[in-house]
C-alpha cells in the first residue's frame, strides 16, 4: 500500500502539488491531467525520486525520506524517454545491469533471467544488439524489461506511450495490462484508462477526481472545456 499523507511539494516558492491524501491499494491505477498539473511531481512522490516538501510518502511503511534505496527496490518507474533509462551499450547488457546488486545470482542464473525477461518483453534475439539501434517501441520494452527484471511489487510508469505510435502503444499497453504487480499510469492517452477502476484528475496540483474510469475522463474533458483547452488524446 502507497500512502501520502499531508502531501505539498513546490519548486522553489511555486507550489505543485497541494495537500494530497491518497491510499493507493488498487491493482490498477491511472493518473490523467493537463501538462503542468503535477502528474510527473506525483508519480516521482510515489519512489522517492522527488521527497515532498511536507507532509510524507509511505510504500508498506517504508517512508520515502528515510528509507529511500528500500523503497526504489519496490517501486519500479519508467520514464517516458526511453534513452533516459538505458544506460548500457547493449540490450542484453542494459537488463543485466539492473541485477547488478543481486550477489546472490549466479552468472547462469543471472543470464537465464535476462534471457527470459527479454523474451517475455519481445525482445528475444536481441541481447547483443546495440540499444541505441532498436525502435522507439523496443526502447520503451528495453526500458520496461529492464525495471521488471528487478521484480518490484509496484511499477509506475509516467506516460510511457507518449513517445510511441499506435501500434508500440498498444502493445506497451498490453505488457502493463500483463503484470501481475500493481501499476500506477500517468497517460494523456484516456482511451487506456477508461477500463480502470480507480483514476486520478490532477489539476493544478490538486486531485481534483477519484474514482472509476470513464467518469475520471468526463470530468478531465469538461475540466478542459471550461478551461478553454482541448484536452489531450480526446477525439
Ligand atoms: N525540477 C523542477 N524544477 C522546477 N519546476 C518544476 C520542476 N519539475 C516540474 N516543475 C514545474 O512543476 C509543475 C508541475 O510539473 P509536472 O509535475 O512535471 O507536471 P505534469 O507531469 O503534469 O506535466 C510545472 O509547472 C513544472 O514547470
Ligand atoms: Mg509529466
Request: glycine share 10%; aromatic share 4%; proline share 5%.
Amino acid at each position: 500500500m502507497i500512502r501520502l499523507e499531508g502531501v505539498s511539494h513546490s519548486f522553489g516558492d511555486q507550489p505543485v502539488l497541494v495537500d494530497v491524501d491518497l491510499e493507493l491499494g488498487e491493482r490498477r491505477i491511472a493518473v490523467i491531467g493537463a501538462n503542468g498539473s503535477g502528474k510527473s511531481t506525483l508519480a516521482r512522490l510515489l519512489n522517492g525520486l522527488v521527497l515532498p516538501t511536507r507532509g510524507r510518502v509511505t510504500v508498506d511503511g517504508l517512508d520515502t525520506r528515510r528509507d529511500g534505496a528500500a523503497v526504489r527496490r519496490r517501486v519500479g518507474f519508467v520514464f517516458t524517454d526511453p534513452d533516459a533509462q538505458i544506460v548500457m551499450p547493449t540490450v542484453g547488457e542494459d537488463v543485466a545491469f539492473s541485477l547488478r546488486r543481486r550477489k546472490d545470482l549466479s552468472p547462469v542464473d543471472r543470464a537465464r533471467m535476462v534471457e527470459d525477461t527479454l523474451q517475455r518483453f519481445g525482445l528475444t534475439g536481441l541481447s547483443d544488439r546495440p540499444a541505441h539501434l532498436l525502435s522507439g517501441g523496443q526502447k520503451q520494452l528495453l526500458a520496461l524489461a529492464a525495471v521488471m527484471v528487478t521484480e518490484p511489487a509496484v511499477l509506475v510508469c509516467d506516460e510511457p506511450t507518449t513517445l510511441l505510435d499506435l501500434r508500440n502503444t498498444g502493445r506497451i499497453a498490453a505488457m502493463l495490462d500483463a503484470l501481475a504487480q500493481q501499476v500506477v499510469l500517468v497517460t494523456h492517452q484516456l482511451d487506456l484508462v477508461l477500463g480502470y477502476q480507480r483514476v486520478l484528475v490532477v489539476d493544478e496540483g490538486r486531485v481534483v477526481f477519484d474514482g472509476p474510469g470513464g467518469e475520471a475522463v468526463e470530468h478531465y474533458q469538461r475540466l478542459m472545456r471550461a478551461s478553454g483547452e482541448p484536452p489531450v488524446g480526446a477525439s
